[in-house]
């Protein structure tokens, strides 16, 4: 591979603009090669900070204490803002605030002729850094001055002008329900959650892979103390290396001597990669887009019915098939979308093009990361929900008569997969297999293998048939459960897959011709600890426990989906008594970072 810089190091040249309005026109006619705004623009990287690292931030509403007005009674008041279109500063509190305002309704975002008084509070009104109330820290210092009523700002902007807890005790946030909370309980009361700013570069031509480079170099050469980057660095190297946060004055590419968020914000401790598929609808979030959309569009969108139907996702022909005969005897609650991939499905639900779907752990983390929150979980017993064993087991299961394998010596045997992405079939045994290995390249450790969504020119997709090969759906003949399965029977010599699989498809469970005449102890389940025990005994010989599979949905959409659901089950409880069932979770992202629990650097969506 040719490489992307120049042996002595990066070239990088600035241009200045006053706006960031102008500096994305210049990117946008190729004048410039990166900038910091989003809404036209292709996200290439995300900020993390360094208190709690991470990649959102939450906007905030702050008022000083007894002022005596909550959110809804803003009108009227002394606004502070960090800018016209930013995020937490205007986006999001007009957003929600503007559909509350009287008919007829014109866009805001018009010039200061049209509407002065959104400068009044101002020393001049240009989207700089010029003005002394523009930006976070300005639109606190609005509010602090006594110019204005309330400030919109992120969520550590009063914990960086406020050292001292006693000033910050003279501050309150106003909460979505009305009520007033201190400003230390942020998490609790916010206006909404923000993705953390991001560097960006024209969607045509960007340039993306040579601007990573530049940024890998910057974060290493700057920041090696913060981030084991294991990349070159220039001939400066021994200079730059002690340019990382609070090391040196001469330069530091997260922090601003002279004045707060330069270039970069001052909190960011570096710059993380987005998938490359994300586009700015999918790093936003349908919620802010919408936003921003009623904003420039001066319309709000009606409000949804209570009787609205649930637009639920299918993978595939069979999957729409099974959805069209759902929806079809579902009293009109149910209707169809269509997509080739779980992560196209991902997608659909966080545009607003469908609404829910069901996922197992590892997509369910993935869509967690998207913004989406679990709904209903899959319930696979007929106990009570009281008394359910939380989640299913992931097993490593082969043929009885190949009984020289065992856990401690996979390497070089064929493999066969759920998924890419999925719990059981791939997250738990390759986090396993990291942990030992250190190596995540898995087409190496396995002779051969059929992993659907691996790269289709690696041995991980050479045992794949079907019209779609090495496709992470049905049109693959060996995806899912059943698919890893049948791999086994026909060609692996180990199946990654869930305990109940292994019983479904033998003793007559299953009419296929693959299946037929296939007996339960024709198989046995790798443990650990490097023994093997019979299917039976899967409780004391697993690879590790995981959650149940669950619907996941748009916070926004979860009512909806829950109670559309809850009907739904009502009405097909005959049918489903015997059947997979499904049963309420707390609509929260469940904690399943496969990174902390096995070791394996988690794919995100590709």
């Known amino acids: 591979m ?30 410039l090669v990166t900038g910091a705004s989003l809404y036209h623009a292709k996200v290439l990287h995300s900020h993390c900070s360094l208190s709690e690292p991470q990649t959102s931030y939450m906007a905030v509403a702050v008022v000083k ?40 309704r014109e866009p805001i975002e018009k010039d200061s002729v049209s509407f002065p008084q959104l400068c009044q509070l101002c020393s001049g009104c240009g989207c700089s850094s010029l003005q002394p109330y523009f930006g976070y ?17 992120k969520h550590t902007t009063i914990f960086e002008v406020l050292s001292q807890k006693s000033d910050r005790d003279q501050y309150e946030l106003l909460c979505l329900d009305g009520t007033r909370k ?33 940024l890998k170099v910057a974060q290493s050469c700057f920041l090696l103390s913060l981030i084991p980057v294991a990349i070159y660095c220039s001939p400066r190297k021994k200079k730059q290396e002690h340019f990382g946060k609070g090391k040196s004055k001469d ?21 993380l990669r987005v998938p490359p598929r994300m586009d700015y609808r999918l790093y936003l979030g349908h919620s802010y887009v919408t936003a921003i959309r009623n904003l420039r569009e001066a319309k709000c969108p009606e409000t949804p019915s209570s009787s609205a139907a649930v637009k639920w996702c299918a993978l595939s022909h069979h999957e729409r098939r099974k959805c069209d005969e759902w929806s079809v005897n579902s009293g009109g609650q149910i209707e169809c979308e269509s997509a080739e991939t779980t ?35 899959e319930k696979y017993d007929d106990g009570s929900c009281t008394d359910q064993e939380k989640g299913y087991y992931a097993v490593a299961v082969v043929k009885k008569s190949d009984r020289d394998i065992t856990w401690d010596n996979l390497k070089g045997k064929k493999s066969c997969h759920t998924a890419v992405d999925r719990t059981a079939g791939w997250n738990i045994p390759m986090g396993l297999l990291y942990s030992r290995t250190k190596s995540c390249k898995f087409d190496e450790y396995f002779s051969q293998g059929c992993a659907p969504g691996y790269e289709k020119n690696s041995t991980l997709c050479d045992l794949c048939i079907g019209p779609n090969k090495c496709a992470p759906n049905n049109k693959e003949g060996y995806y899912g459960y059943t698919g ?35 007996k339960l102890d024709d198989f046995e389940l790798l443990c650990p600890d490097g023994s093997r025990k019979p299917v039976q005994d899967y409780k004391s010989c697993h690879l590790a426990q995981a959650p149940n599979h669950v619907v ?5 959409k979860a009512d909806r989906v829950s109670n559309v659901l809850h009907f739904q089950l009502d009405s097909w409880k005959p049918v489903l008594s015997t059947k997979v069932k499904i049963q309420e979770v707390a609509a929260t992202v469940m904690e399943m970072d496969a990174h902390k629990i096995h070791g394996l650097p988690l794919a995100s969506m590709a």
Not at 251 to 271: H, M, R, T, V
Not at 355 to 376: F, T
């Open 65 to 104: 204490k007894g002022t005596g007005f909550n959110l809804k009674e803003l009108q009227g008041k002394k606004s502070c803002h960090t800018g016209l279109g930013r995020s937490a500063g205007w986006n999001v509190p007009i957003g929600l605030l503007f559909c509350e305002f009287p008919e007829p």
């Open 2 to 31: 040719k490489p992307l810089l120049p042996a002595d190091g990066p070239q990088l040249a600035c241009v200045k603009k006053t706006s960031y309005a102008d500096c994305i026109k210049a990117i946008s006619s190729q004048a």
């Open 182 to 214: 201190p400003v230390d309980q942020f998490e609790q009361c916010y206006l909404a959650r923000i993705p953390s700013h991001a560097v960006v570069a024209r969607t045509v031509d960007g340039k993306e892979d040579l601007i990573w480079e530049i």
């Open 137 to 153: 820290t300005g639109a606190f210092k609005c509010l602090k001055d006594g110019g204005g009523d309330v400030a919109f700002v």
């Open 251 to 271: 330069f530091q590419l997260f922090d601003s001597p002279i004045e707060k968020d330069l270039l970069f914000k001052n909190s960011a401790i570096g710059l």
């Open 552 to 556: 996941v949905s748009r916070k926004e």
């Open 484 to 518: 890893a399965f049948r791999c086994l029977v026909e060609k692996g010599d180990v199946a990654f897959v869930k305990a109940q699989t292994i019983l479904q498809n033998t003793e007559g469970n299953n009419n296929e011709a693959w299946a037929k005449g296939l």
């Open 343 to 377: 992560e196209d499905c991902i997608d659909k639900i966080v545009n607003g093009e469908a609404d829910a779907m069901s996922l197992d752990g590892g997509y369910a983390y993935i869509a967690g990361q998207c913004g989406l929150v679990p709904v209903m979980a």
